[in-house]
Nanobody, 130 residues
Framework: QVQLVESGGGSVQAGGSLRLSCAAS????????MGWFRQAPGKEREGVAA????????SYHDSVKGRFTISQDNAENTLYLQMNSLKPEDTAIYYC???????????????????????RGQGTQVTVSS
């Protein structure tokens, strides 16, 4: 069983930056898909960014393209989400997720919901004030 623990959330003013970390208890190098999701109050959960390690390809929600970057450090067993130019609408609880299962393409990674992933973190709060 892999445990994921997010950190790095907090409060920031609009235009600021935060870097979220997702520490895995192990085996991050074996993960095939990893992703970040968020849920704002009163809104549905949405995928923010995902990475398909088979090809090193990434995908982003349109609202964060050019501002957020997903990356991984296998040596540190950590997944990151660098968030720049933050906006009040980025306020949400952010969750990380990871999945071992092998796939030939990244299509599953980029379309999966949080509940579809094998492993999920507990979330970290990000609040952006105007």
């Amino acid at each position: 069983q892999v445990q994921l623990v997010e950190s790095g959330g907090g409060s920031v003013q609009a235009g600021g930056s935060l870097r979220l970390s997702c520490a895995a208890s192990g085996y991050m190098y074996s993960m095939n898909c990893m992703g970040w999701f968020r849920q704002a109050p009163g809104k549905e959960r949405e995928g923010v960014a995902a990475i398909y390690t088979g090809a090193g390809s990434t995908s982003y929600h349109d609202s964060v393209k050019g501002r957020f970057t997903i990356s991984q450090d296998n040596a540190e067993n950590t997944l990151y989400l660098q968030m720049n130019s933050l906006k009040p609408e980025d306020t949400a609880i952010y969750y990380c997720a990871a999945d071992f299962r092998r796939r030939d393409t990244g299509s599953w990674c980029f379309a999966a919901r949080l509940a579809d992933y094998q492993f999920r973190g507990q979330g970290t709060q990000v609040t952006v004030s105007s």
